[in-house]
Nanobody
Framework: QLQLVESGGGLVQPGGSLRLSCTAS????????IAWFRQAPGKEREGVSC????????NYADSVKGRFTMSSDNAKNTVYLEMNSLKPEDTAIYYC????????????????????WGPGTQVTVSS
């Protein structure tokens, strides 16, 4: 059974950094497209970034380009979201999601494209 677990969230000051992890069990992330989404209180879930299967390519939402970087560690079956220059508006619950697919494609914003989700990790950016 495919399961995803996020970790690494916490409280950070504006301008600070955090690294989120998404670890999978029951599935090799190398064989899927993986995405990070976030949801702030009272707002819809929005896409942050994605990486295609075989870790071929990455895409980012305009709001995080140049600040966030997605990477992977195949040996640990984990993907990461390195978040720098954090802003208060980055405060949200961050989720990772995966779709089993062996194509060089991923979707940054379509929540319906990803059938498998983790429970999320809270990121709070505040002074």
């Amino acid at each position: 059974q495919l399961q995803l677990v996020e970790s690494g969230g916490g409280l950070v000051q504006p301008g600070g950094s955090l690294r989120l992890s998404c670890t999978a069990s029951g599935f090799n992330l190398y064989s899927g497209a993986i995405a990070w989404f976030r949801q702030a209180p009272g707002k819809e879930r929005e896409g942050v970034s994605c990486i295609s299967s075989m870790f071929s390519s990455t895409n980012y939402a305009d709001s995080v380009k140049g600040r966030f970087t997605m990477s992977s560690d195949n040996a640990k079956n984990t993907v990461y979201l390195e978040m720098n220059s954090l802003k208060p508006e980055d405060t949200a619950i961050y989720y990772c999601a995966v779709r089993r697919i062996l194509q060089n494609m991923c979707s940054v914003g379509d929540t319906n494209w990803y059938p498998n989700w983790g429970p999320g990790t809270q990121v709070t950016v505040s002074s």
